[in-house]
């Protein structure tokens, strides 16, 4: 496609629940990158994939986040246990290489863990 | 940690009138690009600059990069209603380990008044 897709839009889980959200990158990119934004302006960033592999992942918390990007499907991020901390809104990009091209978002996803 | 720091945190204009955002940032860069995010949507990739240009325009967008300085600017020119969101860069970090991640700061709120 031509834009990041993001789904769902909106999530909804009680503390302790598992999330699983998911994005569909623009065709033809190889790099898709997870961002977490809290309160509306701090963005923190999580993993990378170049293609099905993970690129960096040193902004992923240890235990329970975990994310996949296989091929042929969309790429997915998962919260076990969910936390009212991971109340977010979380956000794919992706972008045709790595370096000096542009990252494209999608809409993001808005967790909202009660 | 968040490398960029816009300034200022918030800007309130008259239809019409530019609107200046700064950013600085601490080390050195790959590129820095801004991007637009509307109250609940997703980032609108605006401009990427590479470090080693120093200005970029795009319609009434222009930005500019001091590398020597660290810092950056975004112009909007003859503003508009609909201009009104938040501004963010984001700093694409010469770090030599290729991570590609983009490190944001915590954007400037700009209102356009009609």
């Known amino acids: 496609g031509e834009e990041v897709a993001q789904t769902p839009k909106h999530l909804v889980r009680g503390e302790g629940q598992k999330a699983k959200l998911y994005c569909a990158p623009i065709k033809g990119h190889s790099y898709v990158f997870w961002y977490q934004q809290v309160l509306k302006n701090e963005f923190k960033f999580l993993i990378s994939?170049?293609?099905?592999?993970?690129?960096?992942e040193t902004g992923m918390p240890k235990e329970r986040f975990s994310a996949k990007c296989l091929p042929n499907s969309p790429c997915s991020l998962e919260i076990q246990a969910t936390k009212l901390e991971d109340s977010a809104v979380y956000f794919c990009?992706?972008?045709?290489?790595?370096?000096?091209?542009?990252?494209?978002f999608g809409q993001g996803t808005r967790l909202t863990v009660v | 940690s968040q490398q960029g720091e816009e300034d200022p945190q918030a800007l309130s204009i008259q239809e019409g009138e530019n609107a200046t955002m700064n950013c600085s940032y601490k080390?050195?860069?790959?590129?820095l690009q801004w991007y637009r995010q509307n109250s609940g949507r997703g980032l609108v990739h605006l401009i990427l600059?590479?470090?080693?240009?120093r200005e970029k325009h795009s319609g009434r967008l222009r930005v500019t990069l001091d590398t020597s300085k660290k810092s950056s600017s975004l112009l909007i020119t003859a503003s508009r209603a609909a201009d009104t969101a938040s501004y963010f860069c984001?700093?694409?970090?010469?770090?030599?380990?290729?991570?590609?991640?983009?490190?944001f700061g915590k954007g400037t709120k700009l209102s356009v008044i009609p």
């Open positions: 984001a700093t694409d970090l010469d770090s030599g380990a290729g991570s590609y991640q983009l490190t």
């Open positions: 600059i590479r470090s080693n240009e």
């Open positions: 080390t050195s860069i790959n590129n």
């Open positions: 994939f170049q293609n099905e592999n993970v690129f960096d």
């Open positions: 990009a992706s972008s045709q290489s790595g370096g000096n091209t542009e990252a494209f």
